[in-house]
């Protein structure tokens, strides 16, 4: 099983553009969510999803847009990209709820010039 | 919002040298979890506490959840350069509050030969 996969590693955009992170789990989780890390501020939650179909925002939303279409797939997209943006996102996922721990991705290191 | 306070941000220590991590909130969890987090990896999970008083063993780790589930600590005994790296407590919360995690901001280990 490759568990929970992001691509791409790694990825510059100018301000203004738009992209898709990806993100795909071969387990069968429920649960996804998206994350960004950024020095001293931890693992802020940004989006999240309880099976296809159902997204709900995390803390930090703005600027970011999710749909889950299959179980198996929680692509992150960002509508106008800004310096502000520039971070780490990492994809978790998890089989009914987080209260026994989350898989997570290999990350995306995002830099918005 | 839930909080969690992670404390020492940084710690650089000897190798044999013994440390603990501390984890604390004013908010309930239903489960407090752990991972270990490698420079350019996602975070892995090391271990999952429940049950108010709980205590886990993962070779020299230690882990404890408080009896009043709002705190855990993590402690290593006998530290190796090996065990250098990011922890990251995160708290699942309860009902509803278990479809995301919520972070404390990292402590960053480092144990010198």
């Known amino acids: 099983n490759a568990g929970v996969t992001q691509t791409p590693k790694f990825q510059v955009l100018k301000t203004g553009q738009s992209m898709t992170l990806q993100c795909a789990q071969d387990m069968n989780h429920e649960y996804m969510s998206w994350y960004r890390q950024d020095p001293g501020m931890g693992l802020r939650l940004i989006h999240y999803?309880?099976?296809?179909?159902?997204?709900d925002q995390g803390e930090v939303p703005n600027g970011y847009n999710v749909s889950r279409s299959t179980t198996e797939d929680f692509p992150l997209r960002l509508l106008s990209a800004a310096p502000s943006q520039t971070s780490v996102y990492f994809c978790?996922?998890?089989?009914?709820?987080?209260?026994?721990?989350?898989?997570f991705g290999q990350g995306t290191r995002l830099t918005v010039v | 919002t839930q909080l969690l306070e992670q404390s020492p941000q940084f710690l650089s220590i000897q190798e044999g040298e013994n440390l603990t991590v501390y984890c604390n909130s004013s908010?309930?969890?239903?489960?407090l979890q752990w991972y270990r987090q490698e420079p350019g990896e996602g975070p892995v999970l090391l271990v999952t506490?429940?049950?108010?008083?709980e205590v886990k063993k993962l070779k020299r780790l230690t882990f404890q959840f408080g009896d009043a589930r709002k705190d855990s600590s993590l402690h290593i005994t006998a530290a190796q350069p090996g065990d250098t790296g990011l922890y990251l407590c995160a708290g699942a919360g309860e009902g509803a509050g278990s479809y995301q995690l919520t972070f404390g901001k990292g402590t960053k280990l480092s144990v010198i030969p």
């Open positions: 999803s309880v099976g296809a179909g159902i997204t």
């Open positions: 978790a996922s998890s089989y009914s709820n987080y209260r026994t721990g989350a898989f």
């Open positions: 506490v429940v049950t108010g008083g």
């Open positions: 908010s309930v969890f239903s489960s």
